[in-house]
């Protein structure tokens, strides 16, 4: 039943005029486990019971000292994410322009947590950008996480720049049809209406010759992976690799872009996203692979007891210098190895494992919840156990070409509030109420949930 307190629970929606209906105005207590938990949520709450009941045994739940602002997985569409801003009450719309907004008060004494994926699906990388920045720009508290959308990118450029190796040669065109609206975006910003855009470029056999892997790549990258890459995984990437080869130049051409058109692009992306002076040289400077808060630990998609080995030993800022470290000097051992694995986990047989040893180690240091993205859900955000440790799912699908895909109509508007006095709230526009968790409720006796 929904809460008839909803006022004291939801943020003021500021500038609503801006923003299309949906968001809700009442709150309900968050059922546990996904939709899979309606009719069990009697069970459900007494494993989430058992689970934090474990990690406070190891180390006290400790919460944020500030309110944080979750939103994940925007993928190019600034709209859902201004209106997603809108749903946090940390910023007042001001006009119908994307990156028409202020902070409020309550936005100035919050933190924002972009939970990666700001790139490709939906209708302007760019755009989206521009709003992300709009966000910093306005004195916010902000962390941008990285995603596997946008290290995809990242590696794609700075391989760009690498002496031809197996070990990179290939990740130009590892990218895939996904980045072909990206470039296309980028030729029409930054070249259209350039004179001799293609002075200086090669002829398209030597632009290909650039761009893709060598005939030899496929037999010299598997001895080069041994090392980080179980057998079925090598055999898994040559496969992707094969169906990329083959499909990359005739998404191009499709897209209107000729081999000499994209190796152009190419260089003015990594002009423009990695030398100093370039319009977006801020996004993959700003960007980072984790953040803490309190016992929360904000991540795109997930761990492995490598990375719990590493925090354990090290801190998550040293987690995060390490990503530094290696997109900029090794990003074989990078993307392959337990760095990128925790951008793309969703806990399968091709994952790098998180064990029972690593969650009691991330319980002992503190951590009890993963927040993050990469999940994308299509009722609003869910709470599982995965893993046997709780992870808050906050990829509400909110670009409009995957809601289309889905049968959802318009972009998604939503945000994962985690609060100091105790509160977890989920506000989506594909629920009717706002969700709202109290931790502390299950780690009472059982008896008194049972009243």
């Known amino acids: 039943m929904a809460n008839q307190h909803a006022d004291a ?30 009719g069990k949520e009697h069970r459900h ?3 989430f019971s058992e689970v934090m009941a474990r990690a406070a045994s190891l ?4 919460w944020p000292k500030r309110p ?11 709209a859902a994410f201004t209106a997603s801003l809108v749903a946090s009450g940390g910023v007042k719309k001001t006009g119908p322009e994307d990156d028409a907004f202020k902070l409020t008060k309550r936005g100035r004494k919050g933190l924002f947590v972009i939970g990666g994926d700001c790139l490709d699906k939906g209708p302007s990388n760019l755009e989206l950008l521009r709003s992300v920045k709009a966000l910093i720009d306005s004195g916010a508290r902000v962390k ?46 930054y070249l259209k209406d350039r004179k001799k855009p293609l002075k200086s470029i090669p002829s398209a056999e030597e632009c290909r010759r650039r761009l893709f892997p060598s005939d030899k790549w496929f037999e010299a990258f598997p001895p080069q992976a041994d090392r980080l890459m179980l057998q079925r995984n090598i055999e898994r990437e040559l496969t992707r690799m094969r169906k990329k080869v083959d499909s990359f130049e005739d998404a191009c051409h499709k897209a209107g872009l000729s081999m000499r058109e994209v190796y152009a692009t190419a260089l003015e992306a990594k002009a423009q996203f990695m030398h100093r002076k370039g319009d977006f040289a801020w996004f993959f400077k700003a960007m980072q692979l984790a953040h803490r808060e309190g016992s929360f630990l904000f991540i795109h998609a ?3 007891d490598g990375i719990t080995q590493v925090i354990e030993n090290e801190s998550v800022e040293y987690l995060n210098r390490m990503f530094d470290d290696q997109v900029k000097h090794d990003l074989f051992e990078f993307y392959y190895g337990s760095l990128a694995n925790t951008m793309r986990t969703k806990y399968r047989k091709v994952d790098l494992p998180l064990t029972r040893q690593g969650v009691e180690r991330a319980f002992r240091l503190g951590v009890h919840a993963i ?13 599982m156990l995965r893993q046997g440790m ?60 049972d009243a």
Do not use: C
């Open 59 to 62: 180390s006290p739940l400790k």
């Open 144 to 189: 941008l996480l990285a995603g596997n959308h946008d290290v995809r990118l990242l590696m794609g450029l700075r391989a760009l720049e690498e002496p031809r190796s197996p070990q990179t040669e290939h990740l130009f065109v590892r990218m895939g049809s996904k980045v072909v609206p990206l470039l296309r975006e980028i030729h029409d910003t």
């Open 390 to 449: 709780m992870h808050i799912e906050g990829d509400i699908t909110l670009d409009r070409n995957s809601r289309r895909k889905e049968g959802l109509e318009g972009h998604g508007m939503g945000v994962t509030i985690i609060h100091p006095d105790g509160k977890i709230i989920g506000i989506s526009n594909d629920h009717p109420h706002a969700k709202v968790f109290e931790p502390a409720r299950h780690l009472a006796p059982a008896a008194a949930l």
């Open 45 to 47: 709450r007494h494993d």
């Open 371 to 383: 927040v993050h993205g990469h999940i994308n859900r299509t009722t609003g955000q869910h709470i």
């Open 302 to 304: 997930g761990l492995d």
């Open 9 to 38: 629970v939801l943020p003021r929606y500021r500038g609503k005029r801006w923003i299309p209906e949906g968001l809700p105005s009442t709150s309900e207590p968050w059922l546990l486990g996904g939709e899979r938990a309606v």
């Open 68 to 78: 944080v602002y979750f939103v994940s997985d925007p993928h190019a569409d600034a």
